[in-house]
């Protein structure tokens, strides 16, 4: 008898999945996001309905038994918007409500290790953000960058750029998902723009938006990049390592 | 800014880019909420990019100027190389590290110099760089300083006010080397330099303890680096010096550059084909054994092993000529031993001291946190039917089945035979 657990994809959704379950004393084998198909051998299928009362109940549950940096890894972890993830960190949830003393170091169970190391790749990808994010100077001051990370993460990335660049007016967008965030030197809006727009398409601010020095910056940057190394060392490898080769598309160093 | 400073860029990068330092890390500086630009994030820093040479551009690194009175044979920038030389203005360099840093290209500046005129001279262009950098522009991102050897005291205390870093590079690891190869220079005048950052750096402490508004000091520490291969010591005289500067309060990071041959007409250099690439990593794994893995410079190398293998690691190395010390028992040793284990890193280890609170561990638990069993399972026992000890069989069987080519190897190999069937 297989039971399926269909949520909203938000993280309350989850969280109130995870309530339903201990109140109707079913635990589901597999979650499925809205939409979804459903696994073919699929005998009775729950619809959660997202419901803040109870995700915040299941919260403040997992607030008891977890330690602050754990609880909020769980919420990051989630960041990572695959559909397979959601019944490892569901089961997770339950795990941690289960046991009295906090599960967050038991690295011998599968479920834990795949919760941390999913909390580090996403954490990994918002570090690249804030490696790899190039700001172009537009005609009327404001900074302009864009991004296609492959997880959710900036607003892991954004807090740290306003801290960075508080006296500067700036957007950072995520192309992959369709919004982004504009500084405005005092504070911090989400924002969409049509996909039509030249610099949304490709990334890059056409000539005639550019602040005045913006070309020359640019060539400099690019002519720094390739001074830099040395020739008896070429390591491609390392860089292609480093420096992963779908960032490259937006990298002011490598266009151009 | 002009056509003029991406040329003269383009040869003071050139000129930068044997020095291998680039960290940006060691110190959190908060940005500020009204006015400038800039906050460091301490911990491992940011690497903005990476070069073609693999190595990561986390700071803009470049030297105000080129022109050196100094003859140093291997040094690109030598008084009697013909090469371009340039001076870049320090308004030029404060204007292009700012307009470089609001683009999220870098961390912040790494500055050293060429010595012209004298080295007050030199070391005060450099400070007024900084100046200007933190009190006309308000930044608040990294800076790296170049102490020049031989500069007065003075200037290093006011540069130490608003660098973040600063080093001094000892590059030959042996006094009489050091001589030979750069007759102006002497060990003096690198540690004197080096003294004073640290005396800066203590005294700080002492008045921070007093005023807690007093500034900082230098609050990312020193760093220096070594030229490795341009002269005959071993990797025991280099890493015994190593650890002696790390026993040096103030002192981070040594860095290792492996040689690259940029004067070849110099007879009093070695001549290589290539860079000693894979001598220098391992230098670098040995130096992380030393900060990482409390391991002293004498049990990596010795008088008996006075340089690091080349074909294995300096922890394998280690533990093939000790095999009384394993197996080590995961589920009981302490952390220290279990560092020791090959195959095993710093996070591993410290998954399994926590893992093992739960439940005993297996190979496959071990697996799971990401030990590299290949290498570990000769050195560890977990309590169920395991692979022979490296104390049974031999060291040097160990050391056989664990260098023996893969197969992606073998099939590069040159000296392999192909038969062409034709097309």
Same mark, same amino acid.
């Given at each position: 008898?297989?039971?399926?657990?269909?949520?909203?994809?938000?993280?309350?959704?989850?969280?109130?999945?995870?309530?339903?379950?201990?109140?109707?004393?079913?635990?589901?084998?597999?979650?499925?996001?809205?939409?979804?198909?459903?696994?073919?051998?699929?005998?009775?299928?729950?619809?959660?309905?997202?419901?803040?009362?109870?995700?915040?109940?299941?919260?403040?549950?997992?607030?008891?038994?977890?330690?602050?940096?754990?609880?909020?890894?769980?919420?990051?972890?989630?960041?990572?918007?695959?559909? @397979?993830? *959601?019944?490892? !960190?569901?089961?997770?949830?339950? #795990? /941690?409500?289960?046991?009295?003393?906090? &599960?967050?170091?038991?690295?011998?169970?599968?479920?834990?290790?795949?919760?941390?190391?999913?909390?580090?790749?996403?954490?990994?990808?918002?570090?690249?953000?804030?490696?790899?994010?190039?700001?172009?100077?537009?005609?009327?001051?404001?900074?302009?960058?864009?991004?296609?990370?492959?997880?959710?993460?900036?607003?892991?990335?954004?807090?740290?750029?306003?801290?960075?660049?508080?006296?500067?007016?700036?957007?950072?967008?995520?192309?992959?998902?369709?919004?982004?965030?504009?500084?405005?030197?005092?504070?911090?809006?989400?924002?969409?723009?049509?996909?039509?727009?030249?610099?949304?398409?490709?990334?890059?601010?056409?000539?005639?938006?550019? @602040?005045? *020095?913006?070309? !020359?910056?640019?060539?400099?940057? #690019? /002519?720094?990049?390739?001074?830099?190394? &040395?020739?008896?060392?070429?390591?491609?490898?390392?860089?292609?390592?480093?420096?992963?080769?779908?960032?490259?598309?937006?990298?002011?160093?490598?266009?151009? | 800014?002009?056509?003029?400073?991406?040329?003269?860029?383009?040869?003071?990068?050139?000129?930068?880019?044997?020095?291998?330092?680039?960290?940006?890390?060691?110190?959190?500086?908060?940005?500020?909420?009204?006015?400038?630009?800039?906050?460091?994030?301490?911990?491992?820093?940011?690497?903005?990019?990476?070069?073609?040479?693999?190595?990561?551009?986390?700071?803009?690194?470049?030297?105000?100027?080129?022109?050196?009175?100094?003859?140093?044979?291997?040094?690109?920038?030598?008084?009697?190389?013909?090469?371009?030389?340039?001076?870049?203005?320090?308004?030029?360099?404060?204007?292009?590290?700012?307009?470089?840093?609001?683009?999220?290209?870098?961390?912040?500046?790494?500055?050293?110099?060429?010595?012209?005129?004298?080295?007050?001279?030199?070391?005060?262009?450099?400070?007024?760089?900084?100046?200007?950098?933190?009190?006309?522009?308000?930044?608040?991102?990294?800076?790296?300083?170049?102490?020049?050897?031989?500069?007065?005291?003075?200037?290093?205390?006011?540069?130490?006010?608003?660098?973040?870093?600063?080093?001094?590079?000892?590059?030959?690891?042996?006094?009489?080397?050091?001589?030979?190869?750069?007759?102006?220079?002497?060990?003096?005048?690198?540690?004197?330099?080096?003294?004073?950052?640290?005396?800066?750096?203590?005294?700080?402490?002492?008045?921070?303890?007093?005023?807690?508004?007093?500034?900082?000091?230098?609050?990312?520490?020193?760093?220096?680096?070594?030229?490795?291969?341009?002269?005959?010591?071993?990797?025991?005289?280099?890493?015994?010096?190593?650890?002696?500067?790390?026993?040096?309060?103030?002192?981070?990071?040594?860095?290792?550059?492996?040689?690259?041959?940029?004067?070849?007409?110099?007879?009093?250099?070695?001549?290589?084909?290539?860079?000693?690439?894979?001598?220098?990593?391992?230098?670098?794994?040995?130096?992380?054994?030393?900060?990482?893995?409390?391991?002293?410079?004498?049990?990596?190398?010795?008088?008996?092993?006075?340089?690091?293998?080349?074909?294995?690691?300096?922890?394998?190395?280690?533990?093939?000529?000790?095999?009384?010390?394993?197996?080590?028992?995961?589920?009981?040793?302490?952390?220290?031993?279990?560092?020791?284990?090959?195959?095993?890193?710093?996070?591993?280890?410290?998954?399994?001291?926590?893992?093992?609170?739960?439940?005993?561990?297996?190979?496959?638990?071990?697996?799971?946190?990401?030990?590299?069993?290949?290498?570990?399972?000769?050195?560890?026992?977990?309590?169920?039917?395991?692979?022979?000890?490296?104390?049974?069989?031999?060291?040097?069987?160990?050391?056989?089945?664990?260098?023996?080519?893969?197969?992606?190897?073998?099939?590069?190999?040159?000296?392999?035979?192909?038969?062409?069937?034709?097309?």
């Amino acid at each position: 008898m297989m039971l399926v657990y269909m949520f909203d994809g938000t993280f309350e959704g989850l969280l109130t999945a995870v309530f339903d379950a201990y109140s109707r004393k079913s635990f589901p084998e597999a979650i499925v996001r809205e939409g979804a198909v459903l696994p073919m051998f699929c005998d009775e299928c729950h619809e959660v309905i997202a419901d803040t009362g109870k995700s915040d109940r299941v919260w403040r549950g997992l607030g008891r038994k977890l330690s602050a940096a754990a609880l909020s890894a769980t919420a990051t972890s989630f960041l990572c918007e695959l559909p @397979d993830y *959601d019944i490892t !960190l569901f089961r997770y949830i339950c #795990r /941690a409500l289960n046991s009295p003393v906090s &599960i967050e170091t038991d690295f011998s169970d599968p479920d834990v290790v795949e919760v941390t190391k999913m909390v580090r790749r996403v954490r990994y990808e918002a570090m690249r953000i804030r490696q790899f994010l190039r700001f172009q100077k537009a005609a009327d001051g404001t900074y302009f960058a864009l991004m296609e990370p492959l997880y959710n993460v900036l607003s892991l990335a954004v807090g740290h750029f306003v801290d960075r660049f508080s006296s500067m007016t700036f957007v950072i967008y995520d192309k992959r998902r369709g919004y982004g965030y504009y500084y405005d030197g005092r504070e911090v809006h989400c924002v969409t723009m049509p996909e039509t727009l030249p610099h949304i398409s490709s990334g890059r601010l056409d000539e005639s938006m550019m @602040d005045a *020095d913006e070309k !020359l910056y640019q060539d400099m940057w #690019r /002519a720094y990049f390739k001074a830099i190394a &040395i020739k008896e060392r070429m390591n491609p490898r390392k860089q292609r390592q480093d420096m992963p080769v779908r960032f490259w598309k937006y990298l002011t160093e490598k266009n151009g | 800014m002009t056509e003029a400073t991406l040329n003269k860029l383009k040869i003071l990068a050139e000129a930068a880019k044997y020095d291998v330092s680039c960290s940006s890390s060691g110190t959190v500086r908060r940005g500020r909420k009204d006015d400038g630009v800039g906050n460091t994030v301490g911990g491992v820093g940011i690497c903005h990019s990476f070069a073609d040479d693999g190595r990561c551009i986390s700071l803009l690194k470049v030297m105000l100027t080129n022109v050196c009175m100094y003859d140093c044979a291997y040094c690109i920038n030598r008084r009697s190389n013909d090469v371009p030389r340039a001076t870049l203005s320090v308004s030029e360099l404060v204007e292009l590290t700012m307009e470089f840093y609001r683009r999220n290209y870098i961390e912040g500046l790494f500055l050293s110099s060429g010595v012209v005129r004298n080295p007050d001279y030199t070391m005060e262009r450099l400070v007024k760089v900084a100046q200007d950098l933190r009190t006309v522009h308000r930044f608040n991102g990294y800076i790296h300083l170049k102490s020049i050897p031989g500069a007065s005291r003075e200037l290093v205390n006011r540069a130490g006010l608003y660098a973040d870093r600063m080093s001094v590079n000892i590059e030959i690891p042996n006094e009489c080397s050091l001589k030979y190869l750069a007759p102006e220079k002497d060990f003096k005048s690198v540690y004197e330099p080096m003294g004073f950052i640290r005396q800066g750096v203590l005294e700080n402490k002492e008045d921070r303890r007093k005023f807690r508004s007093a500034p900082r000091f230098v609050p990312a520490g020193q760093s220096t680096q070594m030229i490795v291969g341009a002269s005959p010591e071993h990797d025991r005289d280099i890493l015994r010096l190593s650890s002696a500067f790390y026993s040096m309060p103030t002192m981070r990071r040594v860095y290792y550059s492996g040689y690259v041959p940029v004067n070849t007409y110099d007879a009093r250099l070695p001549v290589l084909k290539q860079p000693p690439l894979i001598r220098e990593n391992r230098l670098y794994q040995a130096d992380w054994l030393m900060r990482f893995y409390n391991f002293t410079a004498d049990e990596i190398v010795d008088d008996a092993h006075p340089d690091l293998e080349l074909d294995i690691d300096p922890k394998l190395s280690w533990a093939l000529r000790h095999p009384e010390f394993f197996p080590v028992d995961v589920n009981r040793a302490d952390y220290e031993s279990i560092l020791r284990i090959p195959g095993v890193g710093v996070k591993s280890a410290t998954l399994i001291v926590n893992a093992r609170r739960f439940r005993r561990l297996n190979s496959e638990h071990l697996r799971k946190i990401g030990v590299v069993m290949k290498r570990a399972r000769y050195f560890i026992t977990c309590g169920e039917l395991e692979a022979p000890c490296v104390a049974d069989v031999s060291p040097d069987y160990v050391r056989r089945s664990l260098t023996a080519a893969t197969g992606k190897e073998r099939d590069n190999n040159p000296l392999q035979l192909t038969i062409d069937f034709g097309s």
